[in-house]
Protein backbone atom coordinates (compact mmCIF):
# COMPACT_ATOMS: atom_id res chain seq x y z
CA UNK A 1 0.00 0.00 0.00
CA UNK A 2 1.20 3.89 -0.64
CA UNK A 3 -0.35 6.52 0.60
CA UNK A 4 -0.24 9.76 -1.36
CA UNK A 5 -0.63 13.44 -0.01
CA UNK A 6 0.07 16.50 -2.02
CA UNK A 7 0.57 19.87 -0.97
CA UNK A 8 1.44 23.41 -2.26
CA UNK A 9 -1.32 24.23 -4.95
CA UNK A 10 -2.53 27.40 -4.65
CA UNK A 11 -3.50 30.60 -6.52
CA UNK A 12 -1.03 32.40 -9.15
CA UNK A 13 -0.98 35.20 -11.31
CA UNK A 14 0.04 34.01 -14.99
CA UNK A 15 4.14 33.66 -15.68
CA UNK A 16 4.45 33.25 -11.80
CA UNK A 17 5.41 29.81 -10.24
CA UNK A 18 4.22 26.80 -8.35
CA UNK A 19 5.89 23.81 -6.21
CA UNK A 20 4.15 21.35 -5.58
CA UNK A 21 5.23 18.29 -2.92
CA UNK A 22 4.15 14.53 -2.71
CA UNK A 23 4.50 13.10 0.40
CA UNK A 24 4.65 9.16 0.04
CA UNK A 25 3.93 6.58 2.60
CA UNK A 26 4.97 2.93 2.38
CA UNK A 27 8.06 1.31 1.69
CA UNK A 28 7.41 0.66 -1.85
CA UNK A 29 7.67 4.26 -2.57
CA UNK A 30 11.62 4.20 -3.69
CA UNK A 31 11.26 0.89 -6.06
CA UNK A 32 8.17 2.61 -8.25
CA UNK A 33 7.95 5.50 -10.53
CA UNK A 34 5.87 8.64 -9.46
CA UNK A 35 3.84 10.53 -11.65
CA UNK A 36 1.72 13.71 -11.92
CA UNK A 37 -1.53 14.10 -13.65
CA UNK A 38 -3.75 17.05 -13.49
CA UNK A 39 -7.60 17.60 -14.41
CA UNK A 40 -9.03 20.74 -15.72
CA UNK A 41 -13.00 21.00 -15.29
CA UNK A 42 -14.85 19.11 -17.95
CA UNK A 43 -11.72 17.27 -19.57
CA UNK A 44 -10.29 14.02 -18.24
CA UNK A 45 -7.44 13.43 -16.72
CA UNK A 46 -4.12 13.76 -18.51
CA UNK A 47 -0.18 12.76 -17.73
CA UNK A 48 1.63 15.91 -16.75
CA UNK A 49 5.54 14.47 -16.09
CA UNK A 50 6.67 11.13 -14.71
CA UNK A 51 9.72 10.30 -13.48
CA UNK A 52 11.44 6.23 -12.77
CA UNK A 53 12.51 4.74 -9.79
CA UNK A 54 16.13 6.44 -9.38
CA UNK A 55 15.13 9.68 -10.80
CA UNK A 56 17.43 8.34 -13.89
CA UNK A 57 14.09 8.72 -16.50
CA UNK A 58 11.79 11.70 -16.91
CA UNK A 59 9.16 12.31 -19.58
CA UNK A 60 6.66 15.44 -19.83
CA UNK A 61 3.63 16.05 -22.02
CA UNK A 62 4.65 18.54 -24.63
CA UNK A 63 2.72 21.06 -22.85
CA UNK A 64 4.64 21.50 -20.22
CA UNK A 65 8.26 20.62 -21.98
CA UNK A 66 10.55 23.23 -20.60
CA UNK A 67 7.95 25.04 -18.04
CA UNK A 68 7.53 22.03 -15.01
CA UNK A 69 10.52 20.06 -13.52
CA UNK A 70 9.82 16.66 -11.47
CA UNK A 71 12.28 15.80 -9.00
CA UNK A 72 12.58 12.99 -6.33
CA UNK A 73 14.00 12.17 -2.74
CA UNK A 74 13.84 8.86 -2.39
CA UNK A 75 15.49 9.14 1.09
CA UNK A 76 12.37 11.45 2.01
CA UNK A 77 9.64 9.68 0.20
CA UNK A 78 8.74 12.79 -1.54
CA UNK A 79 8.01 13.57 -5.29
CA UNK A 80 8.00 17.18 -6.28
CA UNK A 81 6.73 19.14 -9.70
CA UNK A 82 8.33 22.51 -10.31
CA UNK A 83 6.17 24.83 -12.21
CA UNK A 84 7.47 27.95 -13.63
CA UNK A 85 5.91 30.00 -16.47
CA UNK A 86 2.26 29.21 -15.48
CA UNK A 87 -0.60 29.74 -17.83
CA UNK A 88 -4.04 29.59 -17.42
CA UNK A 89 -4.42 26.90 -19.19
CA UNK A 90 -2.53 25.05 -16.14
CA UNK A 91 -5.17 25.49 -13.51
CA UNK A 92 -6.56 22.08 -12.43
CA UNK A 93 -6.27 19.77 -9.94
CA UNK A 94 -3.09 18.28 -9.74
CA UNK A 95 -2.80 14.53 -8.75
CA UNK A 96 0.68 12.88 -7.67
CA UNK A 97 0.21 9.03 -8.76
CA UNK A 98 2.53 6.06 -7.99
CA UNK A 99 2.99 3.51 -10.45
CA UNK A 100 2.75 -0.43 -10.45
CA UNK A 101 6.70 -0.72 -12.27
CA UNK A 102 9.93 0.99 -11.96
CA UNK A 103 10.25 3.02 -15.34
CA UNK A 104 6.48 4.86 -15.83
CA UNK A 105 5.16 6.76 -17.87
CA UNK A 106 2.43 9.46 -18.73
CA UNK A 107 -0.32 6.33 -19.37
CA UNK A 108 -3.15 6.41 -16.13
CA UNK A 109 -3.47 2.49 -15.87
CA UNK A 110 0.12 2.38 -15.39
CA UNK A 111 -0.85 4.23 -11.75
CA UNK A 112 -2.08 1.86 -9.30
CA UNK A 113 -2.51 4.80 -6.38
CA UNK A 114 -3.65 8.19 -6.41
CA UNK A 115 -3.51 11.48 -3.97
CA UNK A 116 -6.53 13.17 -3.21
CA UNK A 117 -5.46 15.98 -5.30
CA UNK A 118 -4.54 20.43 -5.07
CA UNK A 119 -6.03 22.92 -6.63
CA UNK A 120 -3.91 25.32 -8.82
CA UNK A 121 -5.21 28.14 -10.01
CA UNK A 122 -3.36 30.16 -12.71
CA UNK A 123 -5.32 33.96 -13.20
CA UNK A 124 -4.71 35.93 -16.04
Known amino acids: QVQLVESGGGLVQAGGSLRLSCAAS????????MGWFRQAPGKEREGVAGISWSAATTFYDDSVKGRFTISRDNAKNTVYLQMNSLKPEDTAIYYC?????????????????WGQGTQVTVSS
Open 26 to 33: GRTFSSRA
Open 97 to 113: AAARGRWGSLIRGEYDY
